[in-house]
């Protein structure tokens, strides 16, 4: 299976010790999960996607780590999720526009899912290197509006990828 470069560069970025619990956020079809899952030793995985499709892919590909209770796949917006007593280390989204377009329900709606101490971490390939300028723009705002603290901002030299990481106030 052919890895997207943004996923494996996202990856990287999170600084994954192995006894995290992460709440992935637009996982798709599992491939993102699969990277982090491969990184975790004592830790868990949740991810939630609104498209049935895209969890019935991610079930198919990470199936033992589901069966092990390693991975939860939860078929949902960030919005309506319900995680129970779970609270997370990190959470994630690659190429999730929610982030642009209802920031601030979505922003609510993880900071209470974080443990203290706990960060959000947005990626994205845009089109064109044209674009990460006014994105990194967009989500700074969004995200200090909503009461969040921007700890560090990644561009990648030889892609138009960009990640932004972030904690709560």
Avoid: C
């Amino acid at each position: 299976m052919k890895i997207p470069e943004r996923l494996a560069w996202t990856i990287d970025r999170l600084s994954i010790v192995g006894d995290e619990t992460i709440l992935e956020i637009g996982g798709g079809r599992g491939i993102a999960a699969a990277l982090v899952l491969s990184k975790l030793t004592t830790g868990r995985l949740v991810g939630i996607d609104r498209s049935d499709t895209a969890i019935e892919a991610a079930h198919a590909l990470n199936e033992v780590d589901e069966r092990t209770g390693r991975l939860g796949l939860v078929h949902t917006s960030i919005e309506n999720f319900g995680a129970g007593a779970d609270r997370f280390d990190i959470a994630f989204a690659i190429n999730v526009n929610l982030f642009w377009i209802d920031a601030p329900a979505a922003l609510k709606t993880i900071r209470g899912l974080l443990k203290p101490g706990g960060r959000l971490v947005l990626a994205y390939e845009p089109p064109s290197a044209g674009q990460i300028e006014a994105i990194i723009a967009r989500l700074r705002d969004n995200l200090e509006t909503a009461g969040w603290q921007i700890q560090r901002t990644d561009a990648a030299e030889h892609a138009p990828l960009l990640l932004m990481v972030a904690i709560p106030l």
